[in-house]
């Protein structure tokens, strides 16, 4: 049995609880929260026996095999660096954290100490991503020439420490875009990334972050991924992480999910619209996952290589919008 313990006790620490409830080869055995009012019916809802307020304070008077870190962005790293230096296995939100030097601090943490780091870039684990990631794999696209994404939020954004520059770092392209930025890297089978451009500005609040971005990766080996990122936008082409990849041969798209070549459309059979485009379901193969790396002692992925090259590019994102210029990447 895998004991892990958990950051946070809001929305996302509540997905990640229900997934772990469903495994019968793990189980949750505490929380770290600052505030125990918070907590408390977090512990109610899960049977979580113990409350922390510090991570320091959970690795020195518990025993846990692994931690997901579901905190505020600016916590991260401090909280997975502890961790991994105790020999605990982190499964961390996205963003990894407030930027690649952050998020290289911890990959270098679970070299030291062997505990294995993974990022939670759950489009990985979806069905409709993983047929069209095949369907690249196959060679059925042919060369790939491009790619159209979105991490979009269509008339709604998040409040709170989301808007909050000190604690998220960045806005919708730090929230929002990095889902999209690793679903079309997945996609393209990950590419590590030359050089970025990117127009982001805050439009449609009066929030300290940005709520609209439009970005634009050149990838090794020649292709080029355009991707948009926001909150509250009037309209959004597809929804979160919905991809469009162009090849030589054939286009394909995820939500609708489908591939047009010669032979004409070929429709794998999902249905459109999902009555939840981020289920349950998607979360609990993420973490079933990430135990079965656990178990085996095999690096994930994503793993703290992927979340800190992604991390990268909102790097470059938000510099070539300060700067104007293209950011190149060594």
Same mark, same amino acid.
């Given at each position: 049995m895998i004991k892990f313990a958990i950051t946070g006790a809001g929305f996302i620490s509540k997905v990640h609880a229900k997934a772990l409830q469903v495994l019968p080869n793990a189980e949750l055995?505490?929380?770290?929260?600052?505030?125990?009012?918070?907590?408390?019916?977090?512990? =109610?809802q899960f049977g979580v026996k113990n409350h922390y307020k510090t991570v320091n304070e959970l690795l020195e008077n518990d025993s846990i095999?692994?931690?997901?870190?579901?905190?505020?962005?600016?916590?991260?790293?401090?909280?997975?660096?502890?961790?991994?230096?105790?020999?605990?296995?982190?499964?961390?939100?996205?963003?990894? =954290?407030? +930027?690649?030097?952050?998020?290289?601090?911890? #990959?270098?943490?679970?070299?030291? %100490?062997?505990?294995?780091?993974m990022v939670a870039h759950c489009w990985r684990f979806d069905p409709e991503v993983l047929w069209l990631r095949k369907q690249v794999d196959v060679g059925r696209f042919g060369k790939l020439i491009r790619t159209k994404g979105y991490g979009v939020h269509v008339n709604w954004?998040? %409040?709170? $420490?989301f808007t909050q520059k000190k604690w998220a770092g960045g806005g919708a392209m730090a929230d929002m875009g990095v889902h999209a930025i690793d679903t079309a890297r997945f996609l393209l089978g990950d590419p590590m990334p030359e050089s970025v451009y990117a127009r982001i500005g805050t439009y449609y609040?009066?929030?300290?972050?940005?709520?609209?971005?439009?970005?634009?990766? +050149?990838?090794?080996?020649?292709?080029? %991924?355009?991707?948009?990122?926001? $909150? $509250?936008?009037?309209? =959004?082409?597809?929804?979160?992480?919905?991809?469009? #990849?162009?090849?030589?041969? =054939?286009?394909?798209?995820?939500?609708?999910?489908?591939l047009i070549d010669q032979s004409g459309k070929q429709d794998p059979g999902f249905t459109y619209p999902r009555k939840e485009h981020a289920p349950q379901s998607l979360y609990d193969q993420q973490l079933s996952y990430f135990i079965q790396c656990i178990g085996h002692h095999t690096p994930p992925s994503p793993g703290g290589?992927?979340?800190?090259?992604?991390?990268?590019? #909102?790097?470059?994102?938000?510099?070539?919008s300060k700067t104007g210029k293209v950011i190149y990447l060594d």
């Open positions: 055995v505490s929380v770290v929260e600052r505030f125990y009012k918070t907590a408390q019916p977090f512990m =109610a095999d692994a931690l997901i870190i579901a905190t505020p962005n600016s916590l991260h790293a401090p909280q997975a660096v502890a961790a991994l230096d105790a020999g605990v296995h982190v499964l961390v939100e996205k963003p990894m =954290a407030m +930027n690649a030097r952050e998020a290289h601090l911890m #990959v270098e943490a679970s070299q030291r %100490s062997g505990a294995l780091l954004g998040p %409040s709170g $420490w609040k009066d929030i300290a972050v940005d709520d609209t971005g439009i970005i634009l990766i +050149n990838w090794r080996g020649g292709v080029q %991924s355009y991707i948009e990122a926001g $909150w $509250w936008q009037p309209h =959004a082409d597809g929804p979160e992480a919905a991809t469009q #990849v162009y090849g030589s041969q =054939a286009f394909g798209q995820l939500f609708p999910s489908y290589i992927e979340g800190w090259i992604n991390m990268r590019i #909102v790097d470059a994102a938000y510099k070539s």
